[in-house]
Each structure stands twice: as structure tokens, then as C-alpha cells.
């Protein structure tokens, strides 16, 4: 089971929801409430034209923002998938042990 709900952030989105599951090495990341509420309502006003969904890249900057706050070393993202109805994407990923990165230096 995934772990409860983090926080982060990109430069066009303050808020994402991340849920971890560090056993499998996976993350799920999707839009936070606040802005998902903002995002409809800003797609409503433009008639569908703005807004919306972010893209697989955004949501992936705030993956790999959770992972550099995470304390776990240096983290990279292998592999990304979308679920069926498009709100949030899952991403697999690889990470040094802190001591390890220190020791490569």
C-alpha cells in the first residue's frame, strides 16, 4: 500500500499530492485538491482552452522534487505510467544511499 499523502511543489503547480510506496520503489503524483479545484474552475472560464491536466513532465518535476527533499540520495526516474482516467501518473525509481554518493564524491 502506498504511504500517506506528501506534498510538492513546481514552478507552475504550488501543489501536488504524492503517495509513496518505498518497498516497490514507486511514487503515484497527481494534482492536489486545492489546485485540481483551481485548475477545473480556470478550464471552466476558458471554456476548456486553459488549464487542465498537467503534463507527464510537470508531474514529474514534482516527483523528483519529493525525491531530493526525501533524504534518500540521489534519486533518478526510470520509468512513468498513467492511469486510465489521466489524473495521475506513477513513476519507478532508482536511488543511491546517502553514504554511497559521499563516497563516489
Known amino acids: 500500500d502506498y504511504q500517506p499523502v506528501w506534498s510538492a511543489s513546481t514552478t507552475q503547480y504550488p ?3 504524492v503517495y509513496d510506496l518505498p518497498a516497490q520503489n ?3 503524483v497527481r494534482l492536489g485538491l ?3 479545484m483551481a485548475s477545473a474552475l480556470n478550464a471552466g472560464f476558458t471554456l476548456g482552452f ?3 491536466t498537467p503534463s507527464q513532465a510537470e508531474h514529474e518535476a514534482a516527483a523528483a522534487a519529493f525525491l531530493a527533499e526525501s533524504g534518500r540520495g540521489p534519486c533518478r526516474i526510470n520509468d512513468a505510467a498513467i492511469e486510465p482516467k489521466g489524473a495521475s501518473y ?3 525509481y ?3 544511499s546517502p553514504a554511497a554518493a559521499v563516497k563516489r564524491r
Open 15 to 17: 501543489n501536488f499530492s
Open 26 to 28: 514507486r511514487l503515484m
Open 34 to 36: 486545492v489546485s485540481a
Open 50 to 52: 486553459g488549464g487542465g
Open 90 to 92: 506513477e513513476f519507478r
Open 94 to 96: 532508482a536511488c543511491e
